[in-house]
């Protein structure tokens, strides 16, 4: 049950977000150009500041959201102080949400990825179990991409 | 050309190579558990002892592996502490290397991944060019897989 | 000679500059704080805002500028979310600059830090060999920091 | 009381242990080199693996150890697959652990480096409130550096 949940293809609501951010030196690496790890990092900062402008935090009282997988494709480097622009869309299952996401700097097209999460809930032995997500919390984030 | 190259599914040679680790206080983050980036340390630390022990190293005279992508699949989290066993398989195209990986913690698994690069070559412009990955290259992992 | 300038004493110049910054998820550890190794950034980051602010760049076409000391006092933990301000203060001697750091949030002081950093000079060798810092360089910064 | 204690010089006890450990390419940086805040993350582990040695971890269940000081001097640039060996040496206040630390490759002194932490226990408003170093866990940790 939980499995086909996982597998099945979330298609992404219309609207979009978008996350303003510079590269700092920290993320570069001795190829002279931000360490493909940072991406993924990119696009979490996008996702929070979503949550945010929707007037949520990732981080709540008794719900989790897990991450199911993070997937990324790089198409041209980042440099240090480079200003990118990270879009965020998102597509809701019942207990999943699918982020979609493209970073662009100055209009051109750096790298495209995906991610998922669950939204789980912690239980009195303090495993956590996949759980509906909220209404409210999908109509804040629905409004926020618009 | 390029993009056919990309996209070409590139089957995985018959052998593995064992990294083991340790997870560090700094990877955690506020779940408690390690962070989703981190993996794809893990990921690419398992790769360059895999290099290592075939008597070669990721950051050569002239050669460059840029990421073209870089995929990871969660299935349980991991605590600090946790000694993690990333066992890395690597399939070969003309001009990119396409990673397997498993992360297990006691014989449990915690993640499955997967990364490419391309075998890239510095123009006189400064531009990386993408080029064969030399035989030599591919004959010393596929050894060091066995 | 080089010895004596690392060790003497240098005044910080009156003025100050100050780079604001949210707290993000990645930056904090199972304790459910940013992890102390991240201030160091925070730091860094505000170094590297201010020298944009005077019109330069850190990685510039021949100067280099390695750490040469990095310390920090933690008063108060920092959580997710959190608005920073970083204040930074610097002071010029002939080959290094001194950085003075406070981390303010909401005007409560989280942590008191310091940085210094030589202006060095690629020799053809490839080593770097410590040089003054050109005037243009310190006018700016100093005109930055009012 | 809590800033005497925390002014008061510590001596570090006579013993030393040592932590070895790879550089991984995601620690360097656009210079080529190891960033500076890697060093503490570098110490950060040398400690834990120590509290290893001792029989301990530093994630308890009722005791925090939060950083007080932090603090580091390079004297050369450290590069990727270098091995590096991290000496760990202890001192113990009441209430506090300093740390000092020398990192070395290949038997030349790279950096020298100090910690401390407090103590601390969670009261039950979720306040961490400064209390003794257990007798058992010094005394294991003194054990461990001989």
Redesign the interface.
Known sequence: MKDQEHRRVISLSPGAFHYRRRV???E??????V????Y??YM??AE?ALW?AAGL???GDDL?W?????????KR?L???DEIDVKVRAGFGRTRIQYGFEIQREHTLVAIGAMSSVCARSERDGQLKTTAIPADVRERLITALR
Chains 1, 2, 3, 4 share one sequence.
């Open positions: 700092q030196f920290a570069t690496d001795l190829a002279g150009i360490h493909f790890s940072w993924f990092r979490e900062e929070h945010r935090s990732i981080v989790h897990p991450r199911v997988t993070a997937h990324a494709e790089y480097p440099r240090f102080e």
